[in-house]
């Protein structure tokens, strides 16, 4: 099989944009005065009312429609407004957790940071996939996970120096061109922030439910808080928020310490109306593993920090369910 590298997709989403560009420069002048004529007739002959009521059918069609992921039939992200709260860890070992609690299901992991992937660490995975005869990409898989992540096409040290155009193409080619078999889920480990992938995500696939994480760090959760509700404006349910990070556990005496204080997540939780999906505390078992590649729900699939991750896998099934009926 032929292997799909960095220098291919490079190329690929060059095309596209040289293409999208010459498209624009052809029409968009012409149709952007129709529709601030247009508009401005609008204005003299109907009511406000009926006005915005027009607006928002034109904004519609602009709007790409969404399309479902071929043989996934539920998508999650797993989202946080700030980096550097666990969010990578977390949505690992929940994909991993899903299974865990029901080996009947069958769950993809999509990391959708371009710019910082973490997924080929966190599962201890290599090499550029290979292409099917369809020439979709083929992922790769470790502990049971078909994983498809940017890290796949690029060295470890290598920056992705893209603008927003190829960032987009280059989603789009992780959720269509893949060749993801048949999932009951699709975890996707979105990039901090709001920012284009989350929306051209939310925009483009059918999205089942949101999982946002954080600390209980204040300045944590005001980032957190943007997530939820950029989601609520993309209509996208919003499963409930996950407190990472939330108590040390020294490994020597068992002192409890809040590092990032208490219940800031809980907190936030109540506050937005959302569900609090559970605490994840602050565990070298979690770190050392996950810098193994080597994730706590399957290296010590009976230690508390495991646990913690399979009730938050409960809670998710429990609200996917909820928001589905």
């Not at 039939?73 to 666990?86: H, P, R, T």
């Not at 120096?161 to 889920?185: C, N, T």
């Not at 990032?260 to 999906?277: I, K, M, N, V």
Request: charge should be positive; include cysteine.
């Amino acid at each position: 099989m032929a292997l799909f590298t960095y220098s291919i997709m490079s190329h690929l989403l060059r095309l596209s944009a040289n293409k999208a560009s010459v498209l624009r420069t052809g029409t968009e002048g012409k149709c952007g005065a129709a529709v601030c004529l247009q508009f401005i007739r609008c204005q003299r002959s109907v009511d406000t009312k009926a006005l915005q009521e027009r607006q928002k059918q034109h904004m519609a069609k602009g709007l790409p429609r969404q399309k479902p992921i071929t043989g996934v039939k539920q998508v999650i992200v797993v989202a946080s407004g700030k980096g550097g709260v666990g969010k990578s860890t977390t949505a690992v070992n929940l994909a991993l957790a899903l299974m865990a609690n029901d080996s009947s299901k069958s769950v993809g992991l999509l990391d959708a940071d371009v710019y910082g992937p973490s997924i080929p660490k966190l599962m201890n995975l290599k090499g550029n996939p290979e292409l099917s005869d369809n020439n979709l990409m083929i992922p790769l898989t470790n502990y049971g996970v078909p994983c498809m992540s940017m890290g796949f096409l690029v060295d470890d040290a290598a920056p992705i120096v893209w603008r927003g155009l190829m960032v987009m193409s280059a989603m789009e080619k992780l959720l269509r061109q893949v060749d993801w078999g048949s999932l009951d889920y699709l975890v996707i480990d979105m990039p901090p922030g709001t920012g284009d992938v989350q929306l051209s995500i939310t925009q483009n696939i059918p999205v089942a439910g949101a999982v946002i994480v954080s600390t209980p760090q204040d300045i944590a959760l005001l980032d957190a808080r943007r997530g939820a509700e950029m989601f609520k404006k993309v209509n996208v349910p919003i499963l409930g928020l996950v407190q990472n990070m939330s108590v040390f556990h020294c490994p020597k005496c068992q002192h409890q310490t809040h590092i990032f204080g208490s219940d800031g997540a809980r907190q936030l939780a109540h506050t937005l109306g959302e569900e609090f999906l559970g605490d994840v505390p602050l565990h070298l078992n979690i770190r050392e593993s996950s810098d193994r590649g080597q994730p706590v729900v399957v290296s010590c699939p009976q230690s508390p920090e495991a646990q913690a991750y399979r009730q938050v896998a409960s809670a998710v099934e429990r609200r996917l369910k909820e928001v589905n009926t």
